[in-house]
Structures are given as structure tokens and as C-alpha cells.
């Protein structure tokens, strides 16, 4: 996947065509001075770059080499971590000494740092900067990484840095407004309950969920216009939240219908969505939707897709 383009950069996936021309970006001793192995010799730059094409990652994850004017002058990756526990999404960011001092490593490793958060939605992402790496440290710092401490990491000592989306762009709130607030207290309350959510605020008519910077309102607004909700009218459809395993899905569908909710699309549960997620479906009395969607991986192959309405 080629990112968007920067100001002055293309970062598209690392091909075997590109070899030649990574080799020759390391061939500066230079770039092998806060590394274990020295790229500087042809044969050694060749075997990392054969390790980072034999990558077979996460769907988005992966290489990039990092171009200006057609010119390769570095390489970028964001992948699971061979160094820090739970295989937690790691970036790394070399560009060309001859390059350097000119903003081009922010500006390339802002581009994989976007594409992490924004394409991906990925709750955080890692980086592991060499102690004595001073320049690449202060990339680290105007990207927004925080320093959470030192550990031994590819056979020296480096920072372990963590960055985590902003919450520019995100919502805010979500607000339902219901013809019945007690029954919205009992199917809402229980699921938000079941998945983290806390009540947030409460007033003679409505209430409110809070998970992180976001909360959930139920209103028996005085102001309703119509006395029942219709998911097929123009307007809201469905409410879809992450659940974290597949189990769990398949727990709350189970115990769902004991707090006011039914399922749709039962008869091709868990996969009505198609073969990318595995979820529930689930409609309450007032006629409103959530979907339940695991964030466990892609679903086993073989599986018919369907679409729900």
C-alpha cells in the first residue's frame, strides 16, 4: 500500500527492484553507527532487505522505501515488534545521511504514524531509538512519542517510546434521542455496561455512557417528532462497537436477549457483515441496531460473505 504523499516524499511498499538502491543508501557507514550489524557491507544490507521483503504481516503493515524527486533515500517500516512483548506495532525511520538535517525523517515517519492511526485505527505504536541516537530521538519527540524508559533491544541499550492518536477528528459524543428511556436504560445500560462503558450524567430526561473521551446519550427529548425509531429511514442505522474476542461476541449475543435486545440476520451469525468481521447484530425494542464486531483477526477463509441492510 503506497501512503498518501507528503510535501516532498512518496513512501510506496518495498519491492525486490528496490534492493540495489537500498543497499546503496547503507553503503554510508554512517547509517550503521546505532546498529548491531554493519550495513555498510553489500552483503548485509542485502540480507535486511531480504528479511524485510519476506514480511508477511498484518493486512496495512509492512516496508516502505521512502523517495524524493524518484530518488530512493531511505526506508521506513511499521510491523509487529520482534523486541518489545504482545507483537505490539513498531516504526522505524532511516534516511540517507546525505539527507539528513532537512526534516525529511519527521516528515516520512509522520506519514507512517498517520497511516497507523488513521488507516489502521491502531491503539498505539512503538518505537525503539538507540540510546546515543540523539537526532533520531528528537524526530521521536516533535512526532508526539513519549519516553517510557530504557531497555536492552536489538544487543544494546535503547529508549522505548510509545505514541497514541490524538483525539483531533474523533468523536465527541453520540446522541439517541428514544421514545422510552427506561427501556433505552435497559438494553443501552446493560450493553455499554458488558463492554466498559460507566454512566456519565443523568437529568429527569436522558442519561449518559462514558467510555474514554467519548460518551453515549439516551434523550426522551420533548422535542421527538415521531413517537418510534426507524433504522431504515434516512438518518441512523446502526451503532457498531469493538469487542475485544470473538468469545466475547458470542457471549453478549447470548445474554443479550435477557436485557431487550433480539438478533438479525441470525441465520448467518457471525458473518452477516461479510468475511472481514465476525460480529453480532443485535435490535431492541425501540427498533435501534448495534453490531458487536470482534477485533480479533479476519475470520477463518471459506466462509460465504453476507450483507446486512
Known sequence: ?????????????????????????FADPEMSRFFAADFSDPAAASAMVDRRLAFHGPPGQGHWVIERDGEVIGVAHLRPSSELPGGVPELGYYVASAHAGQGLATEAARAVL??????????????????????????????????????VHYGDLHRVLVALPSGHGRPHHLELWVPDLAEAERSWGWLLGELGWREFQRWPAGVSWRLGGTYLVAEASPALSAAEHERTRPGLNHLALHVATRAEVDDLAARAGAHGWRPLFADRYPYAGGTAHYAAYLENDAGFEVELVALEGPPPPGVTPGRHR
Open 1 to 25: 500500500m503506497t501512503l498518501p504523499a507528503t510535501p516532498r516524499l512518496t513512501l510506496r511498499p518495498l519491492t525486490e527492484a528496490d534492493r540495489e538502491a537500498v543497499v546503496k543508501v
Open 114 to 151: 498517520d497511516h497507523g492511526f488513521g488507516t489502521l485505527g491502531l491503539p498505539a505504536i512503538w518505537a525503539l531509538v538507540h540510546e546515543n541516537n540523539a537526532a533520531s530521538r528528537k524526530v521521536a519527540a516533535r512526532l508526539g512519542f513519549l519516553d517510557v524508559g530504557t531497555g
